[in-house]
């Protein structure tokens, strides 16, 4: 009873409270609108106000990061009061300068840094690839400081309207210096190009690849490699020159040289075939005028055919070798009709494999000037030039044997008609004045006959020259250019007449007075001036003796004793002549006498020098005494060189 009494009286209680926390609960569940509705508020009206506070000022940092024509690297997310930023930079000045430019902006509660620096690569790669008639591609790394349209705009100058130029390189830095340029001249390569081309740079080496679009293409590539931009080299160039057909190439020889024409199949054919047209050339131009192409028909050896038409052209005087296609072709006068039959024969059974025969239309003329020479070397004896036959050569291999002393004759000469009369008399004469020689030529043009070498000796050469004029037979001109070996090379006119100036008054060429006998001192200048004479061939010397000055006293001259006369009687009453007093008297008398100029002297004095340079080797013709002449006050000997 006791306990329901007192439920009873807490029941009031309880019922109050369980009131009072179902009231509290309601009014909490009705703020909830209210908050939500704060909250949407801030959320809706507030934010984007503050976002669009930071966002502008973040933008303009972020465009700041594209001057100069680069793309910005820089990306900024505005989120509340917060920045989120985001890029790589092309360098850490970049970067610092970007993170404090985010910094500064007034509002900004945090920044999150998302930043890094482009990837440094090396080496550093680019490459422009014609991926197809209307697409080129960028690939590889580009300068991170170069944004990717910049580049395009400045590449797509001067590209083909209908090339879409796609740039898929990615930034990076280790760039070389003047890129751009190196760009630039890559593009302008490979649209020389078919496509499937390339044209890349790895630092600072460029290289291409793929097959040239024309001959005319191929021709504009080789001349644009051969001049880079500067600081770049070129390394592999693996291009294939353009097809043409028919394959053309001739060669063609005149009086002006020879030219070459029509296509080589690489840069090595085209070396090596002016390298076989300059060795038959014997000195003339030769004029290249070919490109370099694809076409020659398949199996034909480029280097066999080179060889095979130069050895056709060998015997062509006037005329041309030429290929078309397959077909080999010679045409136009011979240097002799023994070529017009070898030219025959060389296109019969001897043509590489692949090459056919075509025209041979050669005509042979007179050999005019005809020419023979027989060369002296260290070894051998060397014919070359033409012969009237068989006969011939027979008796010039006769006539040199005497001279041969193990030495090899090699014997290039060549039959034809036109020689001149006494041709074998004018040889076989020349081949006994080479066999004095130790090198020279003997060489007959028409009807002269030339002697040119080294002689052993002085003696010989001398000889030969005094004998010049009765070596050839009557009717021929000699003409005879020998001098010792080792002696000085000739010199000009000029340089002789002002070297013999110089001897002209040699002041130590000064005889004893009353002598005509050369002194030790003289030998040094003597020596010279024959040097200086051998030198100079056209020169003819005169030498003037000199004076004696006034009042000189010749050296004494040792007298023969007088013969003894019988002793006389000395008359009585005088005395004796002491001794000596005659001898006295003779003296003083003598003293008192002038002493008389010698008229000849400065002619014996001449001749005394003229002799010593007879004996050294100058021709008897090229020096002589000056004629006399009257006393002058000469004191040396003096030269004179008369043309």
Same mark, same amino acid.
């Not at 009453?573 to 003083?588: F, L, R, S, V």
């Given at each position: ?14 019922? *109050? ?14 703020? #909830? ?9 801030? !959320? ?5 106000? =503050? ?31 917060? $920045? ?10 970049? #970067? ?73 390189? %990615? ?31 790895? *630092? ?55 030219? $070459? ?23 003339a131009p030769v004029t290249d005028a070919m490109r370099t192409a694809r076409g020659l028909p398949a199996g034909i050896d480029a280097r066999a $055919? ?6 056709? =052209?060998? $015997? ?62 260290? *070894? ?15 008796? =010039? ?17 060549r039959l034809a008609e036109g020689a001149p009369p006494a041709l074998l008399a004018a040889l076989t004469a020349g081949i006994g004045a080479l ?7 003997? !060489? ?33 001109? !000699? ?11 000739? %010199? ?118 003229? *002799? ?9 013709? %090229? ?21």
């Amino acid at each position: 009873m006791a306990l329901r009494g007192a439920r009873e009286r807490a029941a009031p209680f309880f019922r *109050d409270e369980v009131l009072s926390v179902a009231m509290r609960s309601i009014g909490w569940l009705a703020g #909830l609108p209210f908050l939500a509705g704060a909250w949407a508020a801030a !959320t809706v009206w507030a934010e984007p106000r =503050l976002e669009s506070a930071l966002e502008a000022p973040a933008g303009a940092v972020a465009a700041a990061t594209g001057r100069d024509g680069a793309e910005p690297w820089l990306r900024v997310e505005a989120r509340g009061r917060d $920045l989120v930023a985001g890029g790589e930079a092309p360098g850490q000045a970049a #970067l610092d300068a970007a993170r404090a430019a985010l910094a500064a902006i007034p509002g900004q509660r945090r920044i999150v840094d998302r930043l890094g620096l482009v990837a440094a690569v090396s080496p550093f790669t680019w490459a422009a690839a014609h991926r197809s008639p209307d697409r080129l591609d960028l690939i590889g790394h580009r300068p991170a400081e170069i944004g990717r349209a910049a580049l395009g705009q400045a590449l797509s100058a001067g590209l083909p309207a209908d090339l879409a130029l796609r740039d898929v390189a %990615r930034a990076a830095r280790g760039a070389p210096e003047n890129f751009s340029d190196a760009a630039r001249f890559l593009v302008a390569q490979v649209l020389h190009l078919k496509p499937g081309a390339a044209a890349a740079l790895s *630092d600072r080496v460029l290289s291409v690849r793929g097959e040239a679009a024309s001959v005319e293409a191929y021709a504009a590539l080789q001349a644009d490699l051969a001049r880079p931009p500067a600081g770049f080299t070129v390394g592999e160039v693996a291009v294939e020159p353009a097809l043409v057909s028919p394959f053309l190439w001739s060669a063609t020889r005149g009086p002006d040289g020879i030219r $070459l024409d029509g296509y080589a199949v690489s840069e090595a054919d085209r070396a090596a075939i002016l390298a076989a047209a300059r060795g038959i050339a014997e000195g003339a131009p030769v004029t290249d005028a070919m490109r370099t192409a694809r076409g020659l028909p398949a199996g034909i050896d480029a280097r066999a $055919l080179t060889d095979r038409a130069f050895e056709a =052209l060998a $015997l062509v005087r006037d005329g041309s070798v030429a290929l078309d296609g397959s077909t080999l072709s010679i045409r136009g006068a011979a240097i002799d009709a023994q070529a017009v039959r070898e030219a025959d024969a060389l296109v019969t059974g001897s043509l590489p494999a692949g090459v056919t025969r075509g025209t041979v239309d050669l005509t042979a003329s007179p050999v005019s000037p005809y020419r023979v020479t027989i060369r002296r070397g260290p *070894d051998s004896f060397t014919l070359t030039g033409h012969l009237p036959d068989t006969e011939a050569r027979n008796v =010039l291999r006769a006539a040199l044997r005497p001279s041969l002393y193990g030495e090899r004759v090699i014997d290039r000469t060549r039959l034809a008609e036109g020689a001149p009369p006494a041709l074998l008399a004018a040889l076989t004469a020349g081949i006994g004045a080479l066999g004095q020689l130790a090198e020279g030529e003997v !060489t007959v043009r028409d009807q002269s006959l030339r002697i040119a070498g080294e002689g052993l000796y002085p003696e010989s050469v001398r000889r030969l020259a005094a004998d010049a004029a009765r070596l050839a037979p009557a009717g021929w001109r !000699t003409e005879v250019a020998v001098q010792a070996r080792g002696a000085a090379p000739p %010199r000009d006119p000029a340089a002789c007449r002002e070297t013999f100036a110089a001897l002209a008054t040699e002041p130590t060429l000064r005889f004893d007075p009353g002598s005509a006998d050369l002194k030790p001192a003289f030998y040094s200048v003597l020596d010279e001036v024959a040097s200086l004479a051998r030198a100079c061939p056209q020169a003819r010397i005169e030498v003037a003796g000199h004076d004696d000055p006034p009042g000189s006293a010749p050296p004494p001259v040792p007298k023969e004793p007088a013969p003894k006369e019988p002793a006389k009687e000395t008359p009585k009453g005088k005395a004796a002549a002491k001794p000596g007093k005659t001898a006295e008297k003779t003296i003083e008398k003598s003293a008192e006498r002038p002493t008389m100029p010698d008229p000849g002297l400065p002619q014996r004095r001449a001749a005394a020098i003229v *002799d010593y340079l007879l004996k050294a080797g100058i021709p008897a013709g %090229r020096i002589a005494a000056a004629p006399a002449e009257t006393p002058t006050d000469r004191r040396a000997i003096a030269f004179a060189l008369r043309s």
